[in-house]
């Protein structure tokens, strides 16, 4: 059994791996989900269970996966709904929490040649952009005031949620949330979620271990950082960084 790859990229991020049986998660950016060698079955609602190749998952919808031995790509758009509406534009998919993809074998067949060391990195993130409909956007939604909220959260240090006023300050915070959510499909919390998982990543990408990452990213300590990953992607970090783990950070 191959060991896990990840890549992450300014906006986006990929997992290769032998993922097994994934919780009960919600997604803070949107994803694609690919068997490369096998079906995979996915849920958003106990009991019904959807076999599947390829399907893409809409950010905040909450599902859970079971990919048996299969080896399977998850590819996690940038946050927002920018990326997400040029990729569904790119393949002519509707608007949706759990999509279907139709079949084409770009993405499978380029994850499989990465794997495999078969695709030069200079041609990685070339054919993610062909695949995904173009390069990732620059901003998160079409609003430039929550676009700016987000660029102000990312931008921040520590765990803080920031209060929003130097923003917004014609808005109450609980208004706030609610345009924020409204405009980028995700909440405040989701987001600052998701920067501190990428952060955790570059991290061990760098060569520090769990703790190290955990506590430089202002978790409390590993078992904290533990816990917002399960709830962020179903998984302990373990499974994915995990010892032989192949980390690449395309961020510069």
Do not use: K
């Amino acid at each position: 059994m191959s060991a896990p790859r990840v890549d992450l990229f300014p906006e986006r991020a990929q997992i290769i791996a032998h993922l097994g049986r994934v919780g009960w998660h919600a997604n803070a950016a949107p994803a694609l989900v690919i068997g490369l060698d096998g079906s995979f079955a996915i849920r958003t609602e106990p009991g019904r269970w959807l076999r599947a190749r390829e399907v893409y998952v809409e950010a905040g919808c909450r599902h859970e996966l079971d990919c048996g031995d299969a080896l399977s790509l998850v590819l996690y758009l940038a946050p927002g709904q920018l990326d997400a509406r040029q990729f569904r534009a790119r393949w002519g998919l509707p608007q949706g929490e759990l999509l279907p993809l139709p079949p084409q074998h770009a993405g499978r067949e380029q994850a499989l040649a990465l794997e495999a060391g078969q695709l030069p990195l200079d041609l990685l993130t070339i054919g993610l952009d062909r695949w995904l409909g173009g390069p990732a956007p620059r901003a998160l939604c079409d609003d430039a005031r929550s676009d700016a909220l987000a660029r102000q959260l990312l931008a921040e240090p520590g765990p803080a949620t920031p209060s929003g006023a130097r923003a917004q300050p014609e808005l109450s915070p609980s208004r706030q949330r609610h345009v924020f959510h409204e405009h980028t499909g995700i909440s405040l919390r989701a987001l600052r979620r998701w920067q501190r998982m990428r952060a955790v990543g570059r991290r061990l990408a760098a060569g520090s271990n769990l703790t190290e990452a955990a506590h430089a990213v202002d978790f409390t300590d590993s078992a904290h950082l533990c816990r917002d990953f399960r709830g962020s992607f179903g998984l302990p970090p373990s499974r994915i960084f995990g010892r032989g783990t192949i980390t690449h950070d395309h961020c510069g």
